[in-house]
């Protein structure tokens, strides 16, 4: 097949794999590389269209990211966003300066329907807007086609060279018909078809990986997780068993959990693979008697987890290829590295520095987690391994306040099997962003039968989120909560209490720990 792509260009914006993204949505191929990517290579590549991306620097500013004059002269479409537009506009001899009246946020702008860019969109559409400077003078041969009340030029087109340029950003959600315009530029400007589809990522990628790998061995830490599992099963299509997974069953998963992996992964399992299951809870547990302090827990399971992890690889011997399911979320929030450390997220981010490898494989490295699933979809992966809820590298030793025992760990599955299977059961499960029981360190007083009791208080937790930065506490019903409650206090043995957290993020965070 012949596939087309759309190159993003990277100026430093905080948008740019979102672009790349909803291009996809218009079954493009698209790829985000630095603005710094060479000519010679683009000719290369010979994309259907080009997007620069915005970016903080002001196009005048002496260290600004540029991109070549020679690019607008390939006769390769462009469409310049926020920065990438002052970025055109300048280049090709227009005028950018600093506004009047900088727009931040939800903009209405008047579009002009003659343009392609914005056939079939509203003459008045709402806009995200983020800009201190703006388009003050246009390049010679192009025109404005939307305006704004504070904007003289919130788009500009020269249809001639096929040069497009907006001020605003298409790409987020807030920008009510952006995705519309990207569509009518990779579709009417740079006349791609459209016949990108997951199955053909899911097919490319086995090849080259298949390509990269040749002979060599490849490992592979799976926690179960919807991206290590994708990750793995796009390896065991393109190389079988010269991968071997590793699955650390720590005594901190959830109920049954260690056995599902097992199933799918494992020997009688479902792919063409090593799976090697290290049943380590004791090792675990001994590590963290006695240990209260959060981050402490955290610290001592990741490099516990490593030690593992390690012991394993040495068994295998030389390894020429470490498998990572770093998705590109992962990419970003480890990449600004500037927030102060809120939690120290334990991921096989850790690995690299303590197996011995020749390069790591990320084949989700650009993908967002609704895009896995899909990958996972098309790979034939179970629904319940696709769908599953985030679930922390350290697992339940983070969801049991206070000292990590074995009884505790016990408690805490048989609690978050109930809450799950009544949430389930209430049809809620597809609805909510995530949600588990935790074990509070809080024992109290109760009454059972004739009998005093002494109790833990599990509680419960239920949020609404989309990009799990922030979040919601879910307001579930009533007779769903009671049948929770009812049911952990005469199941579980130890919890004589359930409570319900009301707390959103900030301030709280989604996990106790
Ligand atoms: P918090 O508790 O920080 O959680 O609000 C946000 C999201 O991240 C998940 N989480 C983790 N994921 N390793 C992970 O891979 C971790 O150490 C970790 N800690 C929290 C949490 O479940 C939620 O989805």
Not at 482 to 500: P, Q
Request: proline residues 4%.
């Amino acid at each position: 097949m012949n596939k087309e792509l759309v190159i993003v260009l990277d100026f430093g914006g905080q948008y740019n794999q979102l672009i790349a993204r909803r291009v996809r949505e218009c079954n493009v191929y698209c790829e985000v590389h630095p603005y710094t990517l060479s000519l010679e290579k683009i000719k290369e590549m010979s994309p259907k269209g080009i997007i620069f991306t915005g970016g903080p620097e002001s196009v005048y500013n002496e260290k600004a990211p540029r991109c070549t004059k020679e690019l607008f002269e390939l006769n390769i479409p462009i469409l310049g966003i926020c920065y990438g537009a002052h970025l055109m506009t300048y280049m090709l001899g227009g005028k950018v300066e600093k506004a009047p009246i900088s727009e931040y946020g939800k903009t209405e702008v008047r579009t002009d329907n003659s343009s392609v860019l914005f056939h079939n969109v509203s003459k008045k559409t709402i806009t995200w807007m983020s800009h201190t400077d703006y388009i003050s003078e246009l390049p010679i041969g192009f025109r404005s086609c939307a305006i704004t009340d504070a904007c003289p030029v919130a788009a500009m087109e020269c249809t001639e060279k096929k040069l497009y340029a907006i001020q605003f950003h298409p790409e987020v959600m807030h920008t009510q018909e952006g995705l519309k315009m990207l569509s009518n530029f990779v579709y009417d400007v740079c006349k791609c078809s459209g016949n990108w589809k997951m199955s053909s990522f899911v097919d490319e990628t086995v090849k080259s990986i298949h390509e990269k790998v040749g002979d060599g061995k490849v490992l592979c830490a799976l926690s179960g997780g919807v991206d290590s599992s994708v990750a793995a099963v796009l390896l065991s299509k393109a190389v079988g068993k010269q991968l071997t997974c590793v699955f650390v069953d720590q005594g901190l998963l959830r109920k049954n959990e260690g056995d599902e992996v097992e199933a799918v992964f494992g020997p009688d399992g479902l792919y063409d693979l090593n799976f090697i299951r290290v049943n380590c809870k004791e090792r675990f547990y001994k590590k963290l008697k006695g240990v209260t302090e959060p981050e402490k827990k955290r610290k001592i399971i990741g490099e516990e987890f490593i030690r593992v992890f390690e012991e394993e690889a040495k068994k295998i011997g030389t390894v020429d290829f470490l498998v990572q399911g770093t998705i590109y979320p992962d990419v970003i929030e480890s990449g600004l590295g500037k927030s102060a450390v809120i939690k120290s997220h334990h991921n096989v981010g850790g690995l690299p520095d303590y197996v011995d490898f020749k390069e790591i494989i990320e084949p989700l490295r650009m993908l967002f987690k609704d895009e896995v699933r899909k990958v996972g979809i098309e790979l034939g992966i179970p629904e319940h391994l696709v769908f599953r809820q985030p679930f922390p590298g350290p697992g339940l030793g983070i969801r049991i306040i206070g000292e990590v025992t074995a009884e505790k760990c016990f408690i805490v599955q048989e609690a978050d099997a109930i809450y799950r299977e009544e949430i389930a059961k209430a049809g809620f499960d597809k609805k909510l962003g995530q949600y588990f029981a935790a074990l509070t360190n809080m024992q109290s007083v109760g009454v059972m039968g004739d009998d005093r009791t002494y109790d833990y208080a599990v509680v419960l937790r239920a949020v609404n989120t989309s990009d799990f930065m922030t979040a919601e506490p879910a307001q579930i019903p009533w007779a769903v909560l009671g049948k929770v409650a009812s049911r952990i206090v005469n199941e579980v043995k130890g919890v004589n209490r359930v409570l319900y957290d009301c707390t959103g993020k900030p301030p709280a965070t989604i996990e106790f720990e």
